[in-house]
């Protein structure tokens, strides 16, 4: 069995000043570059969120109140700001992140009629990223 690291959206929408920042979460970048540097991983993944512009979980694409909740295909949806959008300087990983060209990413969220909170699927769990098959 191989020992592997798996990065889950260290992308700049998600850290300060970014349209769904999670408080202080660049924090973990060095401790993240000393492990992407560790000599015991053999695998290294990422993933990053990576949404149409008109991702159907934004608020602004349904005319709803950020962080209201709403329907999605027959399920509860929080409508989340904008982030991450495909192109845009938030989709992108922190610059201080030192990914090398052993880390393999998987994009997540490119379907504009599902969410996806997982590195695997998208939440309802039709849809690989390729992250599960790639991994075994």
Same mark, same amino acid.
């Given at each position: =069995?191989?020992?592997?690291?798996? *990065?889950?959206?260290?992308?700049?929408? /998600?850290?300060?000043?970014? +349209? *769904? +920042?999670?408080?202080?979460?660049?924090?973990?970048?060095?401790?993240?570059?000393? =492990?992407?540097?560790?000599?015991?991983?053999?695998?290294?993944?990422?993933?990053?969120?990576?949404?149409?512009?008109?991702?159907?979980? /934004?608020?602004?694409?349904?005319?709803?109140?950020?962080?209201?909740?709403?329907? *999605?295909?027959?399920?509860?949806?929080? =409508?989340?700001?904008?982030?991450?959008?495909?192109?845009?300087?938030? +989709?992108? /990983?922190?610059?201080? *992140?030192?990914?090398?060209?052993?880390?393999?990413?998987?994009?997540?969220?490119?379907?504009?009629?599902?969410?996806?909170?997982?590195?695997? /699927?998208?939440?309802?769990?039709?849809?690989?990223?390729?992250?599960?098959?790639?991994?075994?």
């Amino acid at each position: =069995m191989k020992k592997a690291l798996i *990065l889950v959206d260290i992308q700049n929408d /998600f850290c300060t000043g970014g +349209a *769904l +920042a999670v408080k202080d979460g660049e924090k973990i970048i060095p401790l993240v570059n000393k =492990m992407i540097k560790h000599k015991g991983y053999e695998v290294i993944v990422a993933t990053q969120d990576f949404h149409p512009a008109d991702h159907k979980s /934004f608020a602004s694409v349904n005319e709803k109140d950020v962080y209201s909740v709403g329907e *999605l295909n027959g399920s509860p949806q929080v =409508m989340w700001p904008d982030h991450c959008v495909q192109g845009s300087a938030g +989709a992108k /990983f922190h610059p201080d *992140l030192n990914l090398t060209k052993k880390v393999k990413v998987f994009v997540k969220g490119t379907n504009k009629e599902v969410d996806s909170y997982s590195g695997f /699927f998208d939440n309802d769990k039709n849809s690989s990223t390729g992250m599960g098959e790639w991994l075994k």
